[in-house]
């Protein structure tokens, strides 16, 4: 189907109107098929996998790129600018998010050879990588690829069919994984963060999505005003189509971190219990570990074993005084 053949945009074609794209089928299936078999393998071994980390990359990963190419979006994509606003936000920011929380790299590791996975591991762990993966450079390429792909002449090429479209989408999904598999940090990194970090960046990076979409609404540049009004006589005009897609790209822009959000929230969250625990298994070991040297010493001096009974709770110095990550920074007790 053409532009030209594109029927005027109505609420019920929201469900109507679909279309196949070849690329983004092969992609889809191909990698769905790789990821449940490597699946399928590692349980025939006897290892777990979590379902949902199935459930995210095949489910929500794959099934949004899916969607977001085939469904309404990829049927108005080149005749509506909000369409394909919303396409593009997406593929950078929703279908990565869910392809990382999937754990493929993991997944990968569990069937390649030995010497492979020790090769990867010494790239993983090697200055270039750790570079490369500072969380700077990956948020501004992330953060500026809308900016750049919005006010150049990058969009209008998109527009005109080609191979330019589709290089597009897969460069937005690439971008977006290298982004979310540095910040989810569910697959072997360079460098871990704390979460913290990408709490941070991730609300930079919502100031900048308002930015564009403001920039975009209040149309201080006609992006592609040419194209639209040459492939459909219906619809709104041009600018408003523009104003409705700068919209887009904001509203979409935030309502996609929000996933996000809820995920690292729920990661430091199980962070913090499991460092809890440990914290609390140490202290009982060394109260145990006392309790023994104690019975040693009245051993050795000829004194009868204490009754539990008759001793007190146990006085223990605080344990952030003894946590090596906080050493050195509280004075002992007397000082204070």
Known sequence: MSAYDVPPFTPVRVL?????DPLTAVLVIGLGAAYLTGVRKLRARGEAWPRTRTVHFVGLGLGTWALTTMSCLGVYQDVLFWARAVQNMLLLM?????LAEGAPLTLLRAFLPRPAVARLG?????????ALTFPLLPSAVFVLTPFVLYLTGWYPATLHGGIAPHLTRLLLVAIGSVYFWTRVQVDPVPRRYPHLV?????FAEVIFDGALGLY????????AWGHYQAVRPWGPSPHQDQVWGGGALWFTGDLAGLPFLAILLVRMIRED???????DRELDAQAAAR???SAVARAEAG???????DEGPEMMRPWWETDPRFAGRYGPVSER
């Open 291 to 293: 309790k023994a040297e």
């Open 94 to 98: 929703v279908v990565p998010l869910f």
């Open 122 to 130: 010494r790239i993983r762990r090697g200055k270039a990588a750790a």
């Open 216 to 223: 975009v609404m209040l149309g201080h540049q006609e992006i």
């Open 198 to 202: 990408s709490m941070w960046l991730t």
């Open 16 to 20: 109507t109107e679909w279309t196949f």
């Open 303 to 309: 004194l009868a074993p204490s009754d539990p009974a």
């Open 273 to 279: 219990e499991r460092r809890a625990h440990r914290i």
